[in-house]
C-alpha cells in the first residue's frame, strides 16, 4: 500500500470508482451493511474504517450510534468527510493512528487488503492488531482468490497487488494471533428490479458453486466473487506481538 505510485490513489480513481454521492446510504447499501453486520451492537461502540471510500459504511454505522474514525488514501474523499463532521485521517492508517491513545471495538476494511503488497501484509494486520480491544473483531471483504468468479473484481484494478483467499486467512489466522471466526461468500445484493428473479438467479449460482465443488473436491470453500472473513482478538490480553 504505502509503496504504490501516489498518483494511484487520486480524484481519477475516486471519479473511476463512481464515488459521487459521498457520506450517504442507499436502501440497499444500508440492506447490505444490516445482514453483514446482523448480531453486532455498534452503540457507543468505537469503530475504525480502513479506506472508507465513499463513505457509505461510516455513515451507515455512526446512523447506528458508533464512533466512528476513517483512514482513506484520496485526499478529497477526507476533506468531505471532516466537512461533514466525519474524524476522517489521511494516509496510511499505520501513520494516522496512535496504537498507543487509541483503541476499537470494530475495525473494518472492505475492498482494502488486496491493495496490500504481500510482503507489508503481516505488518499491516499485526498493526491493526495493536489498535483493537480485547473481544474486538475485525472484518475484511475482499475479492475471492480462491475462485474463478474473483478473477474480474480481482484483476479489474490496477491498485489490486495481493491476492487473498479463505485458504490464506486460514494460514495467516495464527501468525497474526487473530481467531478467525468464519470465511464466507459475501452478501449478495439482487441487481433486478424484481426479487423473485434475483433469488432465483441466487439459487442457480449456489447449485453452480456446489457443483464445481463437488466435481473438484473443494469441500466448503466459498466460490461468489467476494468473500468476507472476520476475526477476534483474544480477551486474554491487548499486549503486541
Known amino acids: 500500500m504505502s509503496s504504490e505510485p501516489k498518483q494511484l490513489y487520486s480524484c481519477d480513481y475516486q471519479q473511476w470508482k463512481k464515488w459521487e454521492r459521498l457520506f450517504e446510504c442507499d436502501a440497499l447499501q444500508q440492506r447490505y451493511f444490516e445482514h453483514e453486520f446482523s448480531g453486532i451492537d455498534f452503540s457507543g ?136 471466526l468464519y470465511c464466507r461468500n459475501a452478501f449478495r445484493l439482487g441487481t433486478s428490479e424484481n426479487r423473485l428473479i434475483d433469488a432465483l438467479r441466487f439459487k442457480l449460482r449456489d447449485w453452480v458453486n456446489a457443483f464445481i465443488a463437488k466435481v473438484y473436491g473443494l469441500g466448503r470453500t466459498p466460490l461468489d466473487p467476494n468473500i468476507i472473513a472476520c476475526f477476534r482478538r483474544s480477551v486474554d490480553s491487548r499486549q503486541p506481538g
Open 45 to 180: 461502540k468505537r469503530l475504525l474504517e480502513i479506506g472508507f471510500g465513499d463513505g457509505s459504511f461510516l455513515r451507515w454505522a455512526k446512523d447506528q450510534d458508533a464512533r466512528v474514525v476513517g483512514c482513506e488514501l484520496i485526499e478529497s474523499l477526507c476533506s468531505a468527510g471532516k466537512e461533514q463532521g466525519y474524524d476522517t485521517r489521511l494516509g496510511d492508517v499505520r501513520m494516522t493512528v496512535d496504537p498507543v491513545r487509541e483503541s476499537f471495538d470494530l475495525v473494518v476494511a472492505f475492498d482494502v487488503l488486496e491493495h496490500v503488497p504481500p510482503n507489508e501484509l503481516l505488518d499491516f494486520i499485526q498493526f491493526i492488531r495493536s489498535v483493537m480491544k480485547p473481544g474486538a473483531l475485525f472484518m475484511v471483504r475482499v475479492p475471492n482468490g480462491q475462485s474463478p468468479f474473483g478473477l474480474i473484481n480481482q484483476y479489474g484494478d490496477i491498485t489490486h497487488v495481493n491476492v487473498l483467499s479463505k485458504g490464506r486467512f486460514e494460514q495467516l489466522s495464527p501468525m497474526v494471533k487473530l481467531e478467525m
